[in-house]
Every structure is written in structure tokens, then in C-alpha cells.
């Protein structure tokens, strides 16, 4: 007999009840560990970012280095964006945030200052590919307004809101005691304050003459040797910008009734022109009629031909919604360019810095609110340039997106020829103009994929490789429905009023190129890639009805005899389901009574539909509106072309359709996916009083625009990308309100006389009040979560339906669950619909849900959600030695379940026989909604999905022959008592590896315990796999697997916005992105080797460039005096002549970088080199000092010692009276 050891036990019961970090908590843990070795260690991590990508979000200020041709945006939030030619792009941050006003370049010097809202002027070092902060400088005393660096000149003029004017050295961001004050630049004998300066520059011809613009609308000429005002120049409205001729003795104001004034230098009392450009001429003579502000105003000449005169605003106040213009004034001619959004900022490109020359311009940038566009100023028409930027990303706002590294290699090639042919023309033939900078050097070199989802449905490709970003192609989903051009003419179908083809989920197979998007109106669309141009005469559609209906009963159930075995395509349904009901044709909006039935939210179209090369339509599924109900929301969504399946989910359960054969193969609500086995304790509750209007019946208009209310306003958050987080307590507020009784205030029972019902309902009230509570606090973070937040949208339709069918509920006792499903199938060229029904009836002994309306919203709070859906060849059941073809399901509840698919093995039997479908049941539970799950083999490498390699579909027969073939991941066989895969499984908890296929939890890790993962996912690394998850509470994650131990864990970014939950996706190799702005893309690395590379693989902005040679003055303007004067500010500004400003007007910050700019080039390898070569060199030399300093010390000691014993020996032999 066997020796019981206690301690074992003990030791056993500990390791199985510890919830932290991973442990085996099954004995076939510690087997598999020994035969899996893993390989990643946590010095394989590192977390950092990479590049920025997009628009930069809300821009305020915009510069231009004309000789390194870089342009540098700052914006609202204190980020700037540095971009030279296309692929050399930079993102900088300020730390305070705070708006950035100005930007100044130090012309081909490789710096930049920044002048921000706070009052703080930043000296930025572009010397080094991450650009770093020198000196700052922070002024407490006075607010900046207007900042003017001239050309190569280190001295700063800073302007600000009292009318002062300092002046800073930008070499040591010192000010100098050099002050213009306002008092003294006015006429001593105005008595009002001019106002905020507005503009500083100098004379082109003489750079000791300033020109102070104030907003008053007065100008001042400052004479800055004799500390005076030479001119004053005075116009009643106020100024907004000056620009001087180049030959310094005219400049130009802009004013804000929109008018211009030209002014002599030396005729200071009034205008030599005043013109209005958009104004309306009198007749009479009179003053022409005022217009809006030009903005900002440019003065350019040319040699051989007339002045540019370039500026923003001024239109007439009669153009009531006319979008905004720029107006390019040349000789006789006005050319007015509408732009698509508001101007923000606008530069003239010159092909000289030097001021005082012909400034020959080229160009105009033109810096919108949402766009940047570049004006071809050579060319007739002014075309514009065609921009290489990625800065079209928020063209349509992003709902979704997906990452995918280590693509395919000729995928790239093959959308970029098909992407190639939308491309719009009239662009301009002509170089982009902004071509400064270097490409990095980086080795990475793997292709990278993104895909992004929009809210016009709209998807576009994106080539994300070595560190860039271009669009390959973009794919328009909504031109396969029907379009109203008005609100009067919109179907009463639609349940939202903005975006309904917004795009909300989708599914691409790289290898077969076989894209599945999921659309906000409980649509999914099939494509499939195609180099050839078709017409198909009509859309295959797919209509799809998944509901749950309801079934009294006259009493409660007690036994469980009467539980039904879950029904499987071709099986007979439970003795207790009704007869088939049959439904009303697709084609009729209301059933009888009354209510909105069997109608999809979208129309398609009828007429022919031309299809370009490219992704093209295969099937349309739609899901229909039921009794009054809109169809839920789609929440996970999977597609596999080995296979030929589609599978998507939602609150009402699960549906598989074949897209070869254009058929649904299941259509089935989540319950009855267990069949009797269910594990969740699903308890019989009483319906709550549903809350009915004043009136006796709801009119079916204020139901429909109660529901088109409810879903415009959450699109329109989600448009504006401030949708916040659903709150947590939605789900448990009036829990026990919901377990009344409708008939009883107290709760009563209706059959009081019955002692055994009324103690069985009294249970049931009790146990339904714990459940209906835990159920709601699960689903607090459920909700949270960017793949169920859209279910709560669809539980505000149903609640506004419940509403309208209060008047007409009856009591109902403990009904039975009953759940319909059908679908109408549309073959092309056809216009009758044949509907096919599945029904099917599951209950249990344990679970009898109430079903009257009034606790509808009720169930979908508690509803299972399909939350994750994966297809893999494996062994779902226990008794199985082969791996078949499967399907993967988790539910919100946490739960894993198996569906084992019998899939015809050649392709014509494919076409003609139907795929078999039967249930494995339940795999693993979890804690949380299950996010991902994946499938390992038995040395530890992930197992891809089954995939059909790509083949065109309206190539010829032969050809498809050849090409068309399977591609099996290789299928896992197994002994008996033997594993042979694994399954992994994470939740938004917890993460588990099962062994399959015994079905045995080989290691599992609680990753959090006080929030939530957003993203998981298991990916692929140079050194192994691991999973890779982002939470709630901002930190981002890496595990081992198999044995899940933690890696990386990281506090990057707590989720602030619904945007960040909604877009970030982890890809293989260690990449990562998220949507950081509704404009912008940021990426981001989790690996050492790509931190370690990043210096590389990053562009240089500076570039050694020669400044261009000044102007010739002339012989006789040499000989005259006519030329340029200069001026030594050093002698002005400096501080013997000028003295120090004052200690409380300014504080200096040293920057971060500034002992790297100090440094310079010395980067990288080489320069640590030389500084050790440097170091020894110098400790070598100190060393030989110190020998020499101690050869010295012991020659003098020496000396010392020789001179004392001669001493000694002189006086030994002396008697003391001799000495």
C-alpha cells in the first residue's frame, strides 16, 4: 500500500491557490517545461518610441530654413514636427504643453527657437536625429507676442503684450540690458497704450533701423544706434502683419477691415496706396465696403517680372460660408485658391535667404487646420505639389486598426500597382520643394503592413517599412449601398444619422489576401484581390437574422428533465420548441404587428457595380432588424481561406457562413453553444416594471429618433475622438430593482397558495439578485473595453424599444428560452429571396431565463458576448489523434469554447458537399472576456492559421489551377496519453496555456488585478513568442510562453482617451502603434535590438550645406553708399555697452541636450572612441607630469641628504668651544 504523505498535499494545495505570477498548476506543467526551452530572457525588451506619422494635431506656427530646406510645425499642445524630404520626418515635445506661438530657424546653422504660450523661448539643437532642448528661457514679468531672429545674426528680438521689446543672445540665452520701451517709441503725445507688438523686423538695407509694429495699428521705424524713432507711421485700424520690399523703402500692412497700405519709408504722414482686395468699388467714389482681417501679407519680387503680393483673409463679409482663400497678387492679375479648411499659417519659399536681394519665390506653403498644401508659384494656374507626407491619415476619422509586420514580399508591389492608378492628377511636375535631410541607414528590413478603418468606409494600406510611412491603396466600402442625397429621402431603416458605413472591425489573410471588414450597421463585406477590372451585374448578399425570441411557459420548471441537447445543422429540434414560425419576407419593412422586421439598415445597390483592380466585393451579410429591434452590433469578426469560412459575433451569438457557396452553416445563440454543459449558473429572474410613456402608445417616429439619437451621438463622439470611458456602474444601478415582480410591489409570488413554488421562486429572487449584480460588475469593465463599448450602444436601442412595448406586456412566469434564427439569401441576377430558418430550442435544468419585453435590455446587460474568434487546424477534442479544421470562440464571460469543422477535401467538393459542423464544447475558463487566443505546437513555435495561397479569381481556369493550392500549418498528430499542441488563451485578467488534447491547464498568470487588458496579443520575436498586452492603467506587458513568465512591464501611457483603446495593436518583431491624435499615428518598439538600432535607422535633418554668397552690392553702390548697411550689435547689445537686464524679467533653464550639442557629431561608436582615446591620452599625460614631479622630489631629497652628512662630518670631530 502506498505511503500517504501530508506534506505533499499541503505543498500541492499552496502551489494550486496562489494567484500571482505564473505557476504550473497542473502536474504536465513541469514535463512540458523540460522539453520546451525558451530562449526569451527580459534584456530581449525595451520599450521606446520610434517615429510619429500623420498631420501634426492642430497646428499653430510654422518656419522654413530656405537653405537646408527643412520645415519645422509647432502646435497647440506643444509638439513639433520637423520634415525634410519624403521619409525624413521628426517629433519633438516640449514638457510644459503649452502652445507653441512662434518658430524661428537659425538659418543653416542646425537650430531652431520656439516661442510658446507660457511665455518661454526654447533654443532646440537639429544637429542630432532626436533634436534636444539647449537653453531656455522664461520670462515672468511679461507675455511674448511676436519673436524676429535676423539672418545670421545671434541676437533675438522678442516682442511682447505691453509694447516692450527685449533682446536675447542666442548663443548664450542671455538678455541683453538693451530695452525698447513702448513709452519711448510712441509720440510723447498719445495717451493711450499702442498695444501688443505685433511685428518686428529691420530694414533689408539697413539693419540699425527696426520696424515695430503695434495693434493699434502705429508703426515705428527705431533707430537702434541712436535710441530714438527716426519715423512713425499711424492708420486707424489695426495691424496683423508687415512685409518690406527688398530694397527697404516701402513696406506693406495688413489691417483688419481688410485693406492694404503701402508706405514710403520717408513719408511717414500718410499711405502711398490704400487698397482693398476683395472690396467692393463704389461708384461714387466713396470708401469701399470693409472685409474680413487679411491675416498676414508677403511682399515678394522678382527679377523679370512683378512683385508677388501673397495674402490670407480679406474676403468680403457677403461670402457667408465660402471656405478660405488665398490670394496671390501678381502684376495686374488675382488669383484666388480656395482652400478645404481654415489657414493657419502660410510661407513663401524663396531661392534666397538673404533679405535685401530679389527674393525670386517659387513656392507658397500653405499650413491648413487639417492639411498642408504647396502652391506652385512658377507654373499657370498656380497647381499644387503632390504631397509625399503621410499626412492624409484623418482624411475620414480612424475607427479601427491593424498592424502587420513581416508581411509577404510581394505584397507590397502588388497594392502599390493597383493603389498606383487612383492617384489624382493636375499636380505639378516640379520637385517637392521641402527636400532637406538624409535617409537613415537602418538594417531593418522586413515589410510592414498597416490597415486602417474609417468612418466613411473606407479602408487604406498603408507600407509602414524601415521607420516610413506611405499609402498603397485605398479601398471605398460604401460604394456597394445605396446613397440618399438627403436627409428626406434617408430609408426609415437607418438607425444613425452620421457615418453608417464607418468601419468597426476587420479580418485580412497577407497570404491569401483575403480582406473581411465589419461595418457600425451590422454589416460584414467578403473581398477578394484581383488584378483585373470587372463589372458584376449584381452584389451577392446575405441576409442574416440572429434574435432571440420568447416562449411562455405557465410555470416554473423544477426538474430537469426537460433539458435539451444543443441542435446541430440537420437535427431535430427539442420537444419543447414551438413549430417554425415563418417569418414575412425580407422585402416588408413591418411585421404583424406593426414593428420594423426582417429589414437590413443598408440598402444595396441593384445596378451593375464596376469593380476596379483591386480588392473586390464577394458577399455581402447583412444582419435585419427583428420585431422592432436593431441588430446588435458585431464584436469579433474571423476569416480563413483554407477553408472558405466567415465567422462573426455578437450579444446574440454566433454565426458561421460559407462565402464559396454563398450559404450560412450556423446561426446560434451563445447558450446554446454549451448544450447541457453549460458552466455559467444562469438563474431564472423576475421581470422588472418597464418604464412606459406618459401616452398610451409610443409612436413609432419617437421610437426610431430616440434610437437614431442615441447612435448619432455616440458616432459623434467617436468622430471628434472625445468619446469618454463608459462608466463601470452602469451595469449594477437598479439591480434590485430588476428582481421585482411587475404584479407585486413587495415581490410577492403570484400562486401564493402554492407553498413548495413560492419557496422555489424566493430562491430564485435571492440567487437572481447575486447573480444580476455580479454579472453587472463584470460587465462595469467589459464596457470599458474598445470591443464591447459599441454593445452598449446597442442596449440603449433595445431600452428605447422595451420602452414602446410596455403598454402591451403580460405577466409572464419563468418563460423558457427559445432562440430563432433565419437568413435570406440572394443569389446575383435574381430578385426573388429564398429564406432558409434554423431554429432551434436549448434549455436547462439549472437556467430558465425570464423572456417577457419588458426585461429585454435586462438579458443584453447579461448577455454572453462573442468577444474572440480564431480558425486553426488542431485537436479540439479529447479523443481525437488528428488535428482537424476548427473554430476558436471566447466569450466576454470567459469562456473558450471548440467547434470542430469537417471541410470537403478537394476543391470541387468544396463547391458541391457542405461543410460538416460539430461542437466540442467547453476548452478553459478564465476570469474576464477572452481577447486572443492562439495555437503552439510541441517545440514551442506558434502555429498560423491554415491558409490558401493567393490566387486570381478572374484569372483563367488553368492558371488558377496552378497557383490555388492549400497551405497547412503541419498538423499535430498525437499518441495516446500524449499532448501534442497547446493552447493559448488571455483574457482581460488572466492568460492560461492549455494542453491540448487533454484539455489540461499546463501554466496560467494573473496579469492584473485592479484593471484591464485593452490589446493582447501573442507575437513573434526574433528570439521566441510571447504575449504582448497593453491595459487600462497604461502599462504595457510581455510574457514567456509557454511558461508565462513576466518580461516587460512597463507604466508607458494610462489610457486617457477611447481613441488610444480603440487603435492600439502590438505586431510581430517588436513593433507597436496606436492613434495619439485624431491626425496621428505614433509607433513604438518593445524590443532591445530595435532600441539599440534606432540611432541608424532615424533620418538626418542637417545636412553640411554652403549659405549662398550675398548680393553683389554694385560698383557704384559701393562707391555711393547705396548698398546694404551692417551693423555690429555687438557693440550695442552686448553687455559693456548695453549693461545686464534686469534678474526678475527672465530665468535661464539649461536644456537637457545641451551637453550633447556641445558635443556635436561626436555620436555613435566612433565618437565614444575618441573621447576614451581622448581621456587615456590626457591621463597619460598627467601621469609622465607626475613621474617627473617625483624624479624631481627624489633628486632634491638626494641633494638634502648629501648636504647634511657633509655637513655632519664637518662639525664631528669639533669640541664646542671650536664651533
Known amino acids: ?13 499552496t502551489a494550486g491557490s496562489s494567484s500571482s505570477s505564473s505557476s504550473a498548476s497542473l502536474q504536465p506543467g513541469n514535463r512540458e517545461n523540460d522539453v520546451i526551452q525558451e530562449t526569451l530572457q527580459s534584456e530581449h525588451f525595451q520599450l521606446c518610441k520610434t517615429v ?11 518656419a522654413f530654413d530656405p537653405v537646408q530646406k527643412i520645415l519645422a510645425i509647432g502646435t497647440q499642445n506643444g509638439s513639433l514636427r520637423l520634415f525634410g524630404r519624403a521619409g525624413v520626418e521628426c517629433y519633438c515635445q516640449h514638457e510644459s504643453g503649452s502652445a507653441i506661438i512662434q518658430l524661428q530657424f537659425l538659418i543653416n546653422e542646425g537650430a531652431l527657437v520656439s516661442a510658446l504660450a507660457d511665455d518661454s523661448i526654447h533654443l532646440w539643437n537639429l544637429r542630432q536625429k532626436i533634436p534636444a532642448i539647449l537653453h531656455s528661457l522664461k520670462f515672468s514679468r511679461e507675455r511674448i507676442t511676436f519673436c524676429h531672429l535676423p539672418f545670421q545674426s545671434k541676437w533675438l528680438y522678442i516682442g511682447t503684450e505691453r509694447g516692450n521689446i527685449h533682446i536675447v543672445n542666442v548663443e548664450s540665452f542671455s538678455l541683453s540690458g538693451y530695452v525698447i520701451m513702448w513709452n519711448k517709441a510712441i509720440e510723447l503725445s498719445s495717451k493711450t497704450h499702442p498695444g501688443p507688438v505685433v511685428h518686428i523686423s529691420d530694414n533689408p538695407m539697413d539693419e540699425g533701423k527696426l520696424l515695430i509694429g503695434f495693434e493699434c495699428g502705429f508703426v515705428v521705424l527705431w533707430d537702434l544706434k541712436s535710441k530714438k524713432a527716426d519715423y512713425r507711421y499711424n492708420y486707424d485700424e489695426a495691424i496683423h502683419s508687415v512685409a518690406w520690399h527688398h530694397e527697404g523703402k516701402q513696406f506693406v500692412c495688413s489691417h483688419s477691415d481688410g485693406t492694404l497700405t503701402t508706405w514710403n519709408v520717408r513719408s511717414p504722414a500718410k499711405p502711398a496706396q490704400i487698397i482693398t482686395p476683395h472690396g467692393k468699388q463704389p461708384k461714387d467714389g466713396k470708401k469701399p465696403e470693409p472685409c474680413k482681417p487679411i491675416l498676414k501679407v508677403e511682399y515678394k519680387t522678382a527679377r523679370a517680372g512683378e512683385p508677388f503680393m501673397i495674402l490670407s483673409g480679406g474676403l468680403s463679409y457677403d461670402t457667408v460660408g465660402r471656405r478660405a482663400c488665398l490670394t496671390v497678387m501678381h502684376g495686374k492679375s ?27 519665390p517659387y513656392a507658397v506653403v500653405v499650413l491648413l487646420e487639417k492639411d498642408l498644401v504647396v ?128 468601419i468597426q472591425s476587420l479580418a485580412w489573410c497577407p497570404e491569401s489576401r483575403l480582406l473581411c471588414v465589419a461595418g457600425v450597421s451590422a454589416h460584414v463585406i467578403v473581398y477578394r484581390f484581383s488584378k483585373q477590372e470587372i463589372t458584376t451585374e449584381e452584389v451577392q448578399l446575405l441576409e442574416v437574422r440572429m434574435q432571440c425570441e420568447l416562449n411562455e411557459v405557465d410555470s416554473p420548471d423544477v426538474g430537469g428533465d426537460q433539458a435539451s441537447a444543443v441542435s446541430t445543422p440537420g437535427a431535430s429540434s427539442s420537444p419543447q420548441s414551438s413549430a417554425p414560425q415563418t417569418h414575412p419576407s425580407t422585402s416588408s419593412n413591418n411585421s404583424s404587428d406593426g414593428l420594423r422586421d426582417n429589414v437590413p439598415c443598408l440598402r444595396v445597390r441593384n445596378t451593375p457595380l464596376k469593380q476596379s483592380p483591386g480588392y473586390q466585393v464577394e458577399l455581402i451579410i447583412q444582419l435585419v432588424w427583428v420585431s422592432g429591434e436593431p441588430p446588435q452590433q458585431i464584436t469579433s469578426l474571423a476569416v480563413n481561406s483554407a477553408y472558405g469560412l ?8 454566433l454565426a458561421v457562413v460559407d462565402y464559396l457557396q454563398k450559404t450560412l452553416l450556423l446561426n446560434m445563440a451563445t447558450a446554446e453553444l454549451y448544450g447541457s454543459s453549460d458552466p455559467h449558473q444562469r438563474q431564472p429572474r423576475s421581470p422588472r416594471k418597464a418604464r412606459q410613456p406618459s401616452g398610451d402608445n409610443l409612436p413609432k417616429t419617437s421610437c426610431m429618433s430616440s434610437l437614431s439619437s442615441f447612435y ?41 397558495d402554492d407553498e413548495s413554488k413560492h419557496n422555489f421562486l424566493e430562491r430564485v429572487k435571492s440567487k437572481s439578485k447575486l447573480i444580476s449584480k455580479s454579472v453587472a460588475n463584470d460587465f462595469g469593465y467589459v464596457h470599458n473595453m474598445v470591443m464591447y463599448y459599441k454593445a452598449k450602444m446597442s442596449r440603449k436601442f433595445s431600452m428605447a424599444a422595451d420602452q414602446k412595448d410596455g403598454n402591451v406586456q403580460k405577466q409572464r412566469s419563468l418563460p423558457s428560452q427559445k432562440c430563432a434564427s433565419d437568413v435570406s439569401r440572394r443569389k446575383a441576377r435574381t430578385i426573388p429571396r429564398t429564406q432558409f430558418v434554423s431554429k432551434s430550442n436549448a434549455r436547462d435544468n439549472s437556467f430558465s431565463r425570464s423572456r417577457s419585453s419588458s426585461v429585454a435590455s435586462i438579458d443584453k446587460e447579461s448577455r454572453e458576448v462573442i468577444s474572440s474568434l480564431h480558425f486553426y487546424d488542431c485537436l479540439s477534442r479529447k479523443s481525437e489523434a488528428t488535428a482537424v479544421a476548427s473554430l476558436w470562440l471566447g466569450t466576454s464571460m470567459g469562456t473558450m469554447l471548440a467547434i470542430s469543422l469537417n471541410v470537403p477535401s478537394t476543391p470541387e467538393l468544396r463547391l458541391q458537399q457542405t461543410v460538416g459542423i460539430s461542437f466540442c464544447g467547453s476548452v478553459v475558463r478564465l476570469k474576464g472576456g477572452i481577447l486572443r487566443m492562439a495555437l503552439m505546437d510541441s517545440t514551442g513555435s506558434l502555429q498560423p492559421p491554415a491558409y490558401e495561397c493567393w490566387y486570381d479569381p478572374n484569372a483563367p481556369e488553368d492558371e488558377k489551377e496552378r497557383t490555388r493550392r492549400r497551405r497547412p500549418a503541419s498538423p499535430p498528430s498525437t499518441q495516446e496519453n500524449q499532448d501534442s499542441h497547446y493552447a493559448v488563451v488571455c483574457s482581460d485578467k488572466q492568460a492560461k496555456v492549455v494542453a491540448m488534447p487533454s484539455q489540461n491547464c499546463v501554466f496560467e498568470h494573473n496579469i492584473t488585478e485592479n484593471s484591464f487588458v485593452l490589446r493582447a496579443d501573442v507575437v513573434i520575436m526574433p528570439a521566441g513568442i510571447c504575449i504582448a498586452c497593453f491595459c487600462a492603467n497604461g502599462h504595457i506587458m510581455t510574457l514567456s510562453l509557454p511558461s508565462l513568465r513576466p518580461l516587460l512591464d512597463v507604466n508607458y501611457l494610462p489610457l486617457t482617451d477611447m481613441r488610444i483603446a480603440r487603435t492600439f495593436c502590438f505586431s510581430n518583431l517588436g513593433q507597436a502603434l496606436y492613434l495619439t491624435s485624431p491626425t496621428e499615428i505614433q509607433r513604438l518598439t518593445y524590443s532591445q535590438e530595435t532600441c539599440d538600432n534606432l540611432q541608424e535607422m532615424l533620418g538626418e535633418l542637417f545636412t553640411p550645406v554652403e549659405t549662398p554668397e550675398a548680393p553683389n552690392r554694385g560698383f557704384f553702390k559701393g562707391l555711393f553708399g547705396g548698398g546694404a548697411q551692417s551693423l555690429d550689435r555687438e557693440d550695442l547689445f552686448g553687455e559693456l555697452a548695453a549693461g545686464k537686464a534686469s534678474r526678475s524679467l527672465a530665468q535661464h533653464i539649461p536644456g537637457p541636450g545641451s551637453m550633447e550639442g556641445m558635443k556635436g557629431a561626436a555620436s555613435g561608436v566612433v565618437g565614444e572612441l575618441a573621447r576614451a582615446r581622448i581621456a587615456l591620452d590626457e591621463r597619460g599625460q598627467k601621469l609622465g607630469e607626475l613621474e617627473e614631479r617625483t624624479a624631481a622630489m627624489m633628486a632634491s631629497a638626494d641633494s638634502f641628504s648629501k648636504h647634511a652628512h657633509d655637513m655632519m662630518l664637518k662639525y664631528k670631530d669639533k669640541k664646542w668651544y671650536q664651533l
Open 1 to 13: 500500500m502506498k505511503k500517504f504523505n501530508i506534506r505533499k498535499v499541503l505543498d500541492g494545495l
Open 52 to 62: 510619429r506619422h500623420g498631420f501634426p494635431y492642430q497646428p499653430s506656427a510654422m
Open 334 to 360: 488675382t488669383a484666388v485658391l480656395e482652400m478645404d479648411y481654415p489657414i493657419v499659417d502660410f510661407l513663401a519659399l524663396c531661392e534666397t535667404p538673404y533679405p535685401n536681394d530679389y527674393q525670386e
Open 375 to 502: 502652391i506652385d508659384l512658377a507654373q499657370p494656374g498656380y497647381p499644387s505639389f503632390e504631397n509625399p507626407y503621410p499626412l492624409t491619415i484623418h482624411e475620414s476619422p480612424v475607427t479601427c486598426c491593424e498592424y502587420f509586420a513581416d508581411c509577404p514580399a510581394e505584397l507590397i508591389p502588388a497594392l502599390y500597382s493597383v493603389g498606383s492608378r487612383q492617384k489624382r492628377q493636375g499636380y505639378s511636375k516640379k520637385k517637392w520643394p521641402i527636400s532637406g535631410g538624409n535617409w537613415g541607414q537602418g538594417a531593418q528590413s522586413y515589410p510592414e503592413i498597416i490597415i486602417t478603418g474609417h468612418a466613411d468606409g473606407s479602408v487604406k494600406f498603408w507600407d509602414a517599412s524601415a521607420l516610413m510611412l506611405q499609402v498603397l491603396y485605398k479601398l471605398k466600402t460604401a460604394k456597394v449601398f445605396e446613397k440618399t442625397r438627403n436627409k428626406e429621402e434617408k430609408p426609415s431603416t437607418d438607425i444613425v444619422d452620421e457615418d453608417p458605413f464607418a
Open 646 to 653: 466567415v465567422a462573426f459575433g455578437n450579444g446574440n451569438g
Open 712 to 752: 448619432s451621438e455616440s458616432v459623434k463622439k467617436l468622430r471628434s475622438s472625445y468619446l469618454s470611458l463608459c462608466d463601470g456602474n452602469d451595469g449594477s444601478a437598479g439591480s434590485e430593482d430588476r428582481c421585482k415582480s411587475p404584479t407585486s410591489g413587495s415581490g410577492s409570488p403570484s400562486h401564493s
